[in-house]
């Protein structure tokens, strides 16, 4: 604060004070500290003003800027206010870009004299790439990747050489901090003096910033200088360049899948009457080496007469272990004999499905071996087959089109070896030309033992 000197007629008067000043700022001039634009308020940044020895009131203090004698901002010190810390306003518009000298002079009421060292401030406009309204991306921030790596993105051997960016932007300084985001993770460099002379920041980066296989690997950057000047203020970002890294080439081993259901012979063997009687479906569970997030799968059931699809499933992390569902006619239209079931896996950013291996899936048959019916032409009478029956049997039909399900009454079977049923209108006419699956079922009658389900014929309605 304030110094007593032998002559006090002379007095050392202490150097302005900036509240929020960097202390810890580089530059050949060695300043004192710096000024962010972050303390401009209304335009003025604010000074604060310690008490000189023997103040008095209508002493005089302005605030000398670099070389001028020019008064930037004053006070005369009024009644009352002796002794007390005080505040001036100096205007930003008065500040340079790089060193300025901020003096205090005070001219006493007595008519002494005496000015204060200079406080040597670093102050930066405009900030990084210049100032901009408006959020978004900063097209101030110049981005430029080689052409073959736009083209034909970045493999193994690509990234085993470098990748060279180049970096623009006006307003470059030394010591400016540049945050490469390579697609979540950054990477940071301090601008050199060579760099600023150049007028651009060459990067290389090496296969470790390539960190995972994206089609879509993100680029994008943003500078902020050594006073916390950031690019923007609000447009912080460079505009984002996608680029295809592939570097890590996968080995996948497609096993073949599992049927939970299927419970003999290492899982080859389902069980029908067993294990699966009752199901709505079959549960097929796809685990591979080489699984890894964003990877397609679809799993098929090849049957007797049919192949079944199902849904595409999204890896969401790698070796996640995906569950399908089957659906249970499938699996009876398989009856006494059985399936290939498999799936196959897509890459991110291909187009080619990868086959599994097949699991060879035998589903048991029942008491007696029902096949499928047959439709006539007119579509109103199914006829059911069976082999020759020990005791009274009664037969239904049934007729799924997409989610419906259509069931008639059950009828005796008075015939050796088939029996026609009628098929209802109102199962025909509002699924015309939809695929229809009919299938028919034996129960013994008087007994609870297990109802026969014939395998399905598929005809379009």
Known sequence: MKQQVNDKTKLKIDRVNIP??????????????????????DRNIQLI????????????ADVLLNESDTSAAHKIIQPGEENERFDLNLPADFLNEGINQLRLRVKRISGNEETSEPLLVLYHTPRPAGELTGTGDNPNLLMTLPVDVIANGIDADRAAIGVNITLSYVYMREHDVITLDCDGRNLSHKVTAAQVAARRV?????????????????????????????????????????????????????????????????GTVLNFVRDFYRAQYATVEVNYTGSDRGQSVKVYWLGRNNTYGS????????????????????????????????YTVRLPGTNVNLPSRDLNLTVTG???????????????????????????YKVRISLIVETNRYDSAEFDITQSSYTNVSVPSSWITPNIGKQGLFNYTLRKTGTDEPIIFSWYLRVTL
Request: aromatic residues 8%.
């Open 366 to 392: 029942q008491k007696h071996h029902l096949p499928e019916p047959t439709l006539n032409t007119a579509k109103d009478n199914l006829r059911v087959y069976y082999p020759t029956l020990e005791a009274a």
């Open 49 to 60: 003003i310690d008490p000189w020895f023997n103040q008095s009131a209508f002493d005089f």
């Open 20 to 41: 929020g000043c960097i202390s810890t700022v580089e530059h050949p001039e060695k300043p004192h500290c710096g000024v962010p634009l972050s303390l401009i308020s």
């Open 202 to 266: 060459v990067l290389t980066l090496s296969t470790a910033s390539f960190w995972q296989d994206n089609p879509k690997f993100a680029l994008r950057f943003r500078v902020v200088d050594q006073l916390g000047n950031r690019s923007g203020p609000q447009a912080i970002w460079s505009k984002t360049t996608l680029v295809d890294v592939h570097i890590r080439k996968i080995e996948l081993n497609l096993l073949a899948p599992k049927v939970l259901e299927a419970k003999d012979a290492n």
């Open 311 to 342: 849904e595409v499933q999204i890896v969401a992390s790698a070796g996640q272990t995906l569950q399908f569902r089957v659906p249970r006619q499938e699996v009876v239209d398989t009856l006494g004999s059985g399936a290939e079931v498999s």
